[in-house]
């Protein structure tokens, strides 16, 4: 069965940084697209970050110069860089394979001081 597991959200300050992960299982990884989606409260989910199975990457517009998606093939995961993160970043993160309704659990990021 198609697992994705999201991992390493925190409470951050403003301006700080944190890296989200993503391990992957039952399907084959290096195969697919994989994104990051995130949904704050009282919003729609929203597309955060693409990455592509050659490795191409794409983004939402509020996370340009910022985020940084990658994934590790040999290791069946993906990760979010995450730098000078705002409050408008709360939210919760969520992993989705691309093609598929796959999603992980999500990993809460809260941005405050």
């Known amino acids: 069965q198609v697992k994705l597991v999201e991992s390493g959200g925190a409470l951050v300050q403003p301006g700080g940084s944190l890296r989200l992960s993503c391990a992957a299982s039952g399907f084959g990884f290096s195969n697919y697209a994989m994104e990051w989606y995130r949904q704050a409260p009282g919003k729609q989910r929203e597309f955060v970050a693409r990455?592509?199975?050659?490795?191409?990457?794409a983004y939402a517009y509020f996370v340009k110069g910022r985020f940084t998606i990658s994934r590790d093939n040999d290791k069946n995961t993906l990760s979010l860089q995450m730098n000078n993160l705002k409050p408008e970043d709360t939210a919760v993160y969520y992993c989705h394979r691309h093609p598929g309704d796959y999603w992980g659990q999500g990993a809460q990021v809260t941005v405050s001081s």
């Open positions: 990455i592509s199975s050659s490795g191409t990457m």
